[in-house]
Protein backbone atom coordinates (compact mmCIF):
# COMPACT_ATOMS: atom_id res chain seq x y z
CA UNK A 1 0.00 0.00 0.00
CA UNK A 2 1.28 3.31 -1.18
CA UNK A 3 0.92 6.65 1.13
CA UNK A 4 -1.01 9.15 -0.09
CA UNK A 5 1.27 12.12 -1.64
CA UNK A 6 -1.37 14.51 -1.23
CA UNK A 7 -1.51 13.69 2.05
CA UNK A 8 -0.45 17.37 4.08
CA UNK A 9 2.49 16.62 6.59
CA UNK A 10 2.56 16.07 10.08
CA UNK A 11 2.02 18.93 12.38
CA UNK A 12 5.01 20.55 13.71
CA UNK A 13 7.09 20.22 10.29
CA UNK A 14 7.32 22.77 7.84
CA UNK A 15 5.89 22.32 4.60
CA UNK A 16 8.89 21.84 1.75
CA UNK A 17 9.61 23.90 -0.80
CA UNK A 18 7.66 23.91 -4.12
CA UNK A 19 10.04 22.16 -6.78
CA UNK A 20 11.14 24.40 -9.36
CA UNK A 21 10.28 27.66 -7.56
CA UNK A 22 13.57 28.59 -6.26
CA UNK A 23 12.87 29.33 -2.26
CA UNK A 24 15.99 31.40 -0.67
CA UNK A 25 17.73 29.56 2.04
CA UNK A 26 19.00 32.01 4.38
CA UNK A 27 22.59 31.86 5.11
CA UNK A 28 23.93 30.84 8.61
CA UNK A 29 25.46 33.70 10.62
CA UNK A 30 28.65 33.14 10.90
CA UNK A 31 29.03 32.31 6.51
CA UNK A 32 26.97 35.80 6.23
CA UNK A 33 29.66 37.74 8.04
CA UNK A 34 32.60 35.97 6.05
CA UNK A 35 30.86 37.39 2.63
CA UNK A 36 30.56 40.75 4.04
CA UNK A 37 33.98 40.75 5.61
CA UNK A 38 36.24 39.13 2.59
CA UNK A 39 34.70 42.31 0.42
CA UNK A 40 37.24 44.19 1.64
CA UNK A 41 40.62 42.89 0.61
CA UNK A 42 42.32 45.37 2.85
CA UNK A 43 40.77 43.79 6.19
CA UNK A 44 41.58 40.51 4.73
CA UNK A 45 45.37 41.03 4.28
CA UNK A 46 45.01 42.34 7.71
CA UNK A 47 44.01 39.65 9.12
CA UNK A 48 46.19 37.12 7.58
CA UNK A 49 49.49 39.71 8.64
CA UNK A 50 48.01 39.59 12.34
CA UNK A 51 47.75 35.40 11.99
CA UNK A 52 50.93 35.05 11.24
CA UNK A 53 52.53 37.50 14.22
CA UNK A 54 50.07 35.43 16.53
CA UNK A 55 51.52 32.10 15.06
CA UNK A 56 55.07 33.67 15.61
CA UNK A 57 54.36 35.26 19.01
CA UNK A 58 52.28 31.79 20.07
CA UNK A 59 55.68 29.41 18.81
CA UNK A 60 58.35 32.27 19.74
CA UNK A 61 60.46 29.94 21.69
CA UNK A 62 60.44 27.22 18.50
CA UNK A 63 60.67 29.68 15.75
CA UNK A 64 63.40 32.09 16.98
CA UNK A 65 66.71 30.87 16.34
CA UNK A 66 68.44 32.01 19.41
CA UNK A 67 67.56 33.11 22.70
CA UNK A 68 66.48 37.39 22.70
CA UNK A 69 69.01 38.28 25.32
CA UNK A 70 71.87 36.21 24.44
CA UNK A 71 74.93 37.91 23.20
CA UNK A 72 77.38 36.94 20.58
CA UNK A 73 80.77 37.91 19.67
CA UNK A 74 79.74 40.12 16.51
CA UNK A 75 78.20 42.90 17.45
CA UNK A 76 76.14 45.48 15.10
CA UNK A 77 76.53 42.75 12.42
CA UNK A 78 74.96 43.65 8.90
CA UNK A 79 71.63 41.87 7.65
CA UNK A 80 73.51 38.52 5.19
CA UNK A 81 71.11 39.81 2.33
CA UNK A 82 73.04 43.25 2.51
CA UNK A 83 76.50 41.75 2.30
CA UNK A 84 78.25 39.30 -0.03
CA UNK A 85 79.17 35.98 1.92
CA UNK A 86 77.28 37.30 5.08
CA UNK A 87 76.57 35.16 8.21
CA UNK A 88 73.33 33.70 7.65
CA UNK A 89 73.32 32.65 11.20
CA UNK A 90 71.97 36.03 12.18
CA UNK A 91 68.59 36.30 9.18
CA UNK A 92 68.53 40.11 10.33
CA UNK A 93 72.09 40.94 11.86
CA UNK A 94 73.05 41.67 15.28
CA UNK A 95 72.44 44.78 17.21
CA UNK A 96 74.67 46.98 19.42
CA UNK A 97 75.00 43.97 22.15
CA UNK A 98 75.33 40.84 19.68
CA UNK A 99 71.84 39.74 20.19
CA UNK A 100 69.98 38.73 17.10
CA UNK A 101 67.49 40.98 15.67
CA UNK A 102 64.98 38.59 14.22
CA UNK A 103 64.87 36.54 17.85
CA UNK A 104 63.96 40.11 19.04
CA UNK A 105 61.79 41.00 17.38
CA UNK A 106 59.83 37.63 17.27
CA UNK A 107 59.66 37.55 21.39
CA UNK A 108 58.38 41.31 20.80
CA UNK A 109 55.47 40.40 18.66
CA UNK A 110 54.82 37.98 21.80
CA UNK A 111 54.97 40.70 24.29
CA UNK A 112 52.81 43.88 22.10
CA UNK A 113 50.32 40.95 21.31
CA UNK A 114 50.32 40.66 25.40
CA UNK A 115 49.78 43.85 25.87
CA UNK A 116 47.44 44.38 23.63
CA UNK A 117 45.22 41.93 24.89
CA UNK A 118 45.38 42.85 28.88
CA UNK A 119 44.94 46.69 27.54
CA UNK A 120 42.16 45.67 26.00
CA UNK A 121 40.77 43.68 28.50
CA UNK A 122 40.55 46.04 31.06
CA UNK A 123 39.43 49.11 29.55
CA UNK A 124 36.62 47.46 27.85
CA UNK A 125 34.98 45.58 31.14
CA UNK A 126 35.29 49.10 33.00
CA UNK A 127 34.26 50.99 29.96
CA UNK A 128 31.07 48.27 29.37
CA UNK A 129 30.24 48.51 32.74
CA UNK A 130 30.73 52.69 33.70
CA UNK A 131 28.77 53.26 30.11
CA UNK A 132 25.92 51.00 30.94
CA UNK A 133 25.36 52.13 34.12
CA UNK A 134 25.89 55.62 32.43
CA UNK A 135 23.42 55.51 29.63
CA UNK A 136 20.48 52.79 31.91
CA UNK A 137 20.52 55.24 35.01
CA UNK A 138 21.28 58.90 33.50
CA UNK A 139 20.31 61.69 35.64
CA UNK A 140 23.64 62.76 38.00
CA UNK A 141 24.87 59.52 37.65
CA UNK A 142 25.39 60.11 34.10
CA UNK A 143 26.49 63.77 34.64
CA UNK A 144 29.28 62.55 36.92
CA UNK A 145 30.18 59.83 34.65
CA UNK A 146 30.93 61.67 31.75
CA UNK A 147 32.10 64.65 33.23
CA UNK A 148 34.79 62.80 34.16
CA UNK A 149 35.54 60.95 30.93
CA UNK A 150 35.49 64.41 29.41
CA UNK A 151 38.22 65.71 32.04
CA UNK A 152 40.37 62.48 30.68
CA UNK A 153 39.47 63.07 27.18
CA UNK A 154 40.50 66.81 27.88
CA UNK A 155 43.90 65.28 28.55
CA UNK A 156 46.35 64.36 26.00
CA UNK A 157 46.57 60.31 26.07
CA UNK A 158 50.26 60.15 26.13
CA UNK A 159 50.42 62.99 28.48
CA UNK A 160 48.33 61.54 30.68
CA UNK A 161 49.53 57.84 30.30
CA UNK A 162 53.49 60.01 31.65
CA UNK A 163 52.01 61.74 34.18
CA UNK A 164 50.77 57.59 36.02
CA UNK A 165 53.01 56.03 35.03
CA UNK A 166 55.58 58.63 36.80
CA UNK A 167 52.85 58.21 39.94
CA UNK A 168 53.35 54.21 39.82
CA UNK A 169 56.76 54.06 38.70
CA UNK A 170 57.92 52.58 35.26
CA UNK A 171 57.34 49.03 34.55
CA UNK A 172 55.27 46.91 31.93
CA UNK A 173 52.81 46.52 34.44
CA UNK A 174 52.20 50.10 34.95
CA UNK A 175 52.69 50.84 31.60
CA UNK A 176 50.00 48.99 30.72
CA UNK A 177 47.95 50.08 33.64
CA UNK A 178 48.08 53.42 32.23
CA UNK A 179 47.09 52.64 28.39
CA UNK A 180 43.98 50.99 29.72
CA UNK A 181 43.10 54.43 31.80
CA UNK A 182 43.91 56.39 29.18
CA UNK A 183 41.69 54.13 26.63
CA UNK A 184 38.89 53.92 28.53
CA UNK A 185 36.66 56.88 27.86
CA UNK A 186 36.35 55.68 24.73
CA UNK A 187 34.58 52.34 25.60
CA UNK A 188 32.55 54.47 27.91
CA UNK A 189 31.62 56.87 25.58
CA UNK A 190 30.98 54.43 22.67
CA UNK A 191 28.79 52.16 25.34
CA UNK A 192 26.70 54.69 26.88
CA UNK A 193 25.47 56.07 23.50
CA UNK A 194 24.40 52.56 22.32
CA UNK A 195 22.93 52.02 25.68
CA UNK A 196 21.12 54.93 25.39
CA UNK A 197 19.59 53.76 21.95
CA UNK A 198 18.98 50.87 23.34
CA UNK A 199 17.26 51.37 26.85
CA UNK A 200 13.61 53.15 25.46
CA UNK A 201 12.81 50.30 22.92
CA UNK A 202 9.75 47.65 23.57
CA UNK A 203 12.14 44.92 24.28
CA UNK A 204 13.80 46.47 27.33
CA UNK A 205 10.21 47.99 28.53
CA UNK A 206 8.74 44.21 28.22
CA UNK A 207 11.40 42.86 30.26
CA UNK A 208 11.26 45.91 32.84
CA UNK A 209 7.37 45.41 33.33
CA UNK A 210 8.16 41.05 33.16
CA UNK A 211 9.74 42.36 36.43
CA UNK A 212 13.83 41.85 35.55
CA UNK A 213 15.69 43.50 37.85
CA UNK A 214 18.58 46.65 36.32
CA UNK A 215 21.83 44.07 36.48
CA UNK A 216 19.50 41.43 34.47
CA UNK A 217 18.20 44.60 31.80
CA UNK A 218 21.72 45.82 31.55
CA UNK A 219 24.20 42.98 30.43
CA UNK A 220 21.59 40.09 29.21
CA UNK A 221 18.99 42.67 27.34
CA UNK A 222 20.88 45.52 26.32
CA UNK A 223 24.62 44.37 26.10
CA UNK A 224 24.17 42.08 23.90
CA UNK A 225 22.43 44.32 21.28
CA UNK A 226 25.23 46.90 21.81
CA UNK A 227 28.43 44.39 21.18
CA UNK A 228 29.06 45.04 17.26
CA UNK A 229 30.45 49.12 18.02
CA UNK A 230 32.47 47.72 20.89
CA UNK A 231 33.80 44.78 18.71
CA UNK A 232 35.33 47.23 16.14
CA UNK A 233 36.31 49.72 18.92
CA UNK A 234 38.12 46.96 20.86
CA UNK A 235 40.05 45.82 17.10
CA UNK A 236 41.23 49.32 17.01
CA UNK A 237 42.32 49.52 20.85
CA UNK A 238 44.92 46.62 20.04
CA UNK A 239 46.62 48.97 17.62
CA UNK A 240 46.31 51.90 19.96
CA UNK A 241 47.74 50.16 23.12
CA UNK A 242 50.57 48.33 20.85
CA UNK A 243 51.60 52.19 19.78
CA UNK A 244 51.47 53.30 23.32
CA UNK A 245 53.11 51.03 24.93
CA UNK A 246 56.01 51.40 22.47
CA UNK A 247 55.96 55.07 22.65
CA UNK A 248 56.48 54.86 26.82
CA UNK A 249 58.79 52.05 26.17
CA UNK A 250 60.84 54.42 24.02
CA UNK A 251 61.01 57.04 26.84
CA UNK A 252 62.10 54.91 29.54
CA UNK A 253 59.08 54.40 31.21
CA UNK A 254 57.60 50.88 29.62
CA UNK A 255 59.28 47.89 29.45
CA UNK A 256 62.68 47.84 30.97
CA UNK A 257 66.00 46.44 28.94
CA UNK A 258 66.53 43.92 28.13
CA UNK A 259 63.03 43.12 27.48
CA UNK A 260 62.59 42.52 23.74
CA UNK A 261 59.84 44.85 23.58
CA UNK A 262 59.87 46.75 20.36
CA UNK A 263 59.71 50.16 21.86
CA UNK A 264 62.82 49.76 24.33
CA UNK A 265 64.65 48.46 21.51
CA UNK A 266 64.47 51.52 19.51
CA UNK A 267 65.23 53.53 22.62
CA UNK A 268 68.48 51.34 23.15
CA UNK A 269 69.81 51.85 19.26
CA UNK A 270 68.94 55.31 18.58
CA UNK A 271 72.71 56.40 18.97
CA UNK A 272 73.05 53.75 15.89
CA UNK A 273 71.18 54.82 13.61
CA UNK A 274 73.47 56.31 10.88
CA UNK A 275 76.24 53.53 11.22
CA UNK A 276 73.78 50.94 11.88
CA UNK A 277 70.50 51.93 10.16
CA UNK A 278 68.92 48.21 10.74
CA UNK A 279 68.54 48.24 14.29
CA UNK A 280 66.09 51.02 13.94
CA UNK A 281 64.18 50.52 11.37
CA UNK A 282 63.40 46.69 11.96
CA UNK A 283 61.73 47.90 15.17
CA UNK A 284 59.83 50.74 13.61
CA UNK A 285 58.35 48.51 10.77
CA UNK A 286 57.50 46.05 13.56
CA UNK A 287 54.97 48.42 15.08
CA UNK A 288 54.14 49.90 11.72
CA UNK A 289 52.80 46.48 10.24
CA UNK A 290 51.15 45.96 13.33
CA UNK A 291 49.59 48.61 14.06
CA UNK A 292 48.41 48.92 10.24
CA UNK A 293 47.32 45.22 10.17
CA UNK A 294 44.58 45.64 13.23
CA UNK A 295 43.79 49.22 12.02
CA UNK A 296 42.79 47.48 8.62
CA UNK A 297 41.39 44.41 10.46
CA UNK A 298 39.01 47.34 12.63
CA UNK A 299 37.47 48.79 9.04
CA UNK A 300 37.03 45.49 7.79
CA UNK A 301 34.77 44.56 10.95
CA UNK A 302 33.35 47.77 10.72
CA UNK A 303 32.27 47.42 7.53
CA UNK A 304 31.05 43.46 8.09
CA UNK A 305 29.05 44.19 10.91
CA UNK A 306 27.28 48.08 10.40
CA UNK A 307 24.38 47.17 8.41
CA UNK A 308 24.30 50.80 7.17
CA UNK A 309 27.94 49.68 5.25
CA UNK A 310 26.22 46.41 3.64
CA UNK A 311 25.57 47.24 -0.44
Same mark, same amino acid.
Given at each position: ??????????????????????????????????????????????????????????????????????????????????????????????????????????????????? +?????? %??? $? /???? #? !? *?? &??????????????????????????????????????????????????????????????????????????????????????????????????????? +?????? %??? $? /???? #? !? *?? &?????????????????????????????????????????????????????????
Amino acid at each position: MHADSNLPPPAGLPAAAPAGTGAPVPPRAILAFWADFKRNPGAVAGLAIILVIAFLAVFADLVAPHSPNAQFRDALLLPPAFVEGGNWVYPLGTDDVGRDMLSRLIHGARLSLLI +GIIVVT %LSL $A /AGIL #L !G *LV &AGFFGGVVDTLIMRLMDVMLALPSLLLAIAIVAILGPGLANAMFAIAIVVLPHYVRLTRAAAMGEVNKEYVTASRLAGARPLRLMFQAILPNCMAPLIVQATL +GFSTAI %LDA $A /ALGF #L !G *LG &AQPPTPEWGTMLAGVLQYIQRAWWVVTLPGLAILITVLAFNLLGDGLRDALDPRMKR
